[in-house]
């Protein structure tokens, strides 16, 4: 097998060309200059001390494998481009962590391998250029588990990657169905990070006219009702408890889950009936071996969610480039009631322990 310093090596030649940069990120800050001035990278201080800021939530495209399938990257802004570190040094984020939400999971398996062997590859190569600046979770074809399996073990073992991103469901499917075990395994055994990112269309295809008309609801609702149904399973079903091992983070702080997981343990003693599988402890404490991003919004919203999971379990993410928000740090330095080493760990300490960054 080639290792990832053969990787990096037999790639590097080809950095300056890949069509997924679109233009050279090495010489972003020069551009920088040219379009209006530098941008002063904004460094983060905690207590007087410089922290490293992980962005755990920041998605990217690349063109050559949406083309497999007759896709473009919508929005543009998806492609990575100098404006990218233009807007992590605004934002004071040292970090991102990439990630690509799943659009092969009908593929047949040979278009899903060459998919995700194109994607994965072009995603080290950008780290490669930047290995400061960007890490990124592997692509898995996870409607073929064993498959899945391959992909994230090269993934991490070759490419250096540090984890998967994969959708709250998969064709209808939940992640506890026992035919993603052995992607689940995998995960286990490598320690590598799950980052599981809702697709609307997840719970859209089930109650679609509920979530017509205005407010975006398959957005704003169905996102985090995904990842609430998605998470609820891989807790009822045993899966975290088959896999006790699992490193998962939920995207948008946990969906409705955290708010409300005190009915999921009344549910178990008024009706028993309904959980039939013996858990190893409350499905609430389940929460407390999960890791959940930071985009709840307000500093109220983040108190809570870190009262109900712990704050050593929050990491911080943007959705980046779209525009949920561009105050993610101030939303982790503003919000009450934590201490400076808290904010310190959910800006980047604990992202940085789960992905093996550099202090």
């Known amino acids: 097998m080639t290792t990832r310093r053969d990787f990096i090596r037999n ?7 890949i069509a997924f940069v679109g233009c050279d990120l090495l010489a972003a800050r020069d551009a920088q200059a040219q379009a209006g001035g ?23 495209a ?9 896709r473009k990257a919508e929005p543009q802004s998806l492609v990575m481009g100098q404006d990218r570190i233009r807007a992590m040094d605004e934002q004071g984020i040292d970090v991102e962590a990439l990630s690509i939400n799943p659009y092969w999971y009908k593929a047949e398996r040979d278009l899903a391998r060459q998919l995700i062997k194109v994607q994965n590859e072009k995603l080290a190569e950008l780290c490669a250029s930047q290995p400061d ?31 998967a991103a994969i959708g709250g469901s998969v064709n209808g499917e939940e992640l506890s169905d ?34 017509k008309g205005n407010g975006g609801l398959e957005n704003v609702i169905g996102n985090p009702l995904e990842t609430t149904i998605a998470l609820s399973h891989l807790i009822f079903e045993g899966t975290l408890d088959r896999f006790p091992g699992l490193k ?51 500093p109220e919203a983040l108190r809570h969610l870190a009262a109900e999971v712990g704050s050593g379990q929050i990491v911080m993410g943007t959705d ?36 093996r960054i550099k202090a």
């Open 133 to 163: 600046r960007f890490i990124a979770f592997a692509s898995v074809a996870l409607q073929h588990p064993d498959l899945a399996a391959q992909q994230l073990e090269e993934g991490v073992r070759k490419l250096g990657l540090r984890g």
């Open 248 to 298: 998962i983070c939920a995207a948008h702080g946990g969906g409705y889950l955290p708010s409300y997981a005190a009915r999921s343990d009344a549910g178990c003693v008024t009706f028993p009936d309904r959980c039939p599988k013996p858990l190893k402890k409350r499905p609430s404490e389940y929460l407390r071996q999960l890791y959940y991003d930071s985009i709840v919004f307000t």
């Open 11 to 17: 790639s590097a030649g080809a950095m300056a060309g």
């Open 62 to 70: 690349v063109p050559e494998a949406m083309a497999l399938m007759g």
């Open 320 to 355: 980046y480039p779209f525009p949920w928000t561009k105050t993610a740090v101030d939303h982790i330095l503003d919000t009450p009631g934590l201490s400076d080493s808290e904010r310190a760990a959910i800006l980047g300490g604990t992202a940085s322990r789960l992905l």
């Open 38 to 60: 530098t941008v002063r990278r904004r460094e983060v201080v905690v207590s007087g001390r410089r922290v490293k800021t992980v962005d755990v939530h920041a998605h990217c």
């Open 178 to 211: 026992p035919k993603f075990q052995p992607f689940w395994a995998k995960a286990e055994q490598l320690g590598a990070l799950v980052f599981i990112h809702p697709q609307a269309a997840g719970v859209a295809a089930e109650i679609p006219r509920r979530l």
